[in-house]
């Protein structure tokens, strides 16, 4: 499995962008999907997840109301809409993939493969 996510860049607040992850994989449509995300000197933390079939999203309180979680199975590709970002959003955005059906399951929400990440950077 081999996921590349892309779209990150610097932004002032309040600005939009649209962060993508291409999967390497069979059949994407099997795969539950998240977005992590580690700022400097913290621990990765969780964002957003999105089942296999895209029926069921989850986000963490931090973001819910300004970031949107969505996939597109005939693309093999998940998407991370951040809307209305802040400072605090500054961090780099990391993609998963699981088989497990555990999406809903903290603290890794059943991801099992992780891409390279994309920085986002947020100035005020």
């Known amino acids: 499995v081999q996921l590349q996510a892309s779209g990150g860049g610097l932004v002032q607040a309040g600005d939009s962008l649209r962060l993508s992850c291409a999967a390497s994989?069979?059949?994407?449509?099997?795969?539950?999907m998240g977005w992590f995300r580690q700022a400097p000197g913290k621990e990765r933390e969780f964002v957003a997840v999105?089942?296999?079939?895209?029926?069921?999203?989850l986000y963490a309180d931090s973001v819910k109301g300004r970031f949107t979680i969505s996939r597109d199975n005939s693309k093999n590709t998940v998407y991370l809409e951040t809307n209305n970002l802040k400072p605090e959003d500054t961090a780099v955005y990391y993609c998963a993939a699981g088989l497990g059906r555990s999406w809903y399951r903290p603290p890794d929400y059943g991801m099992e493969y992780w891409g390279k990440g994309t920085l986002v950077t947020v100035s005020s």
């Open positions: 994989v069979r059949t994407f449509s099997n795969y539950d």
């Open positions: 999105i089942n296999w079939s895209g029926g069921s999203t």
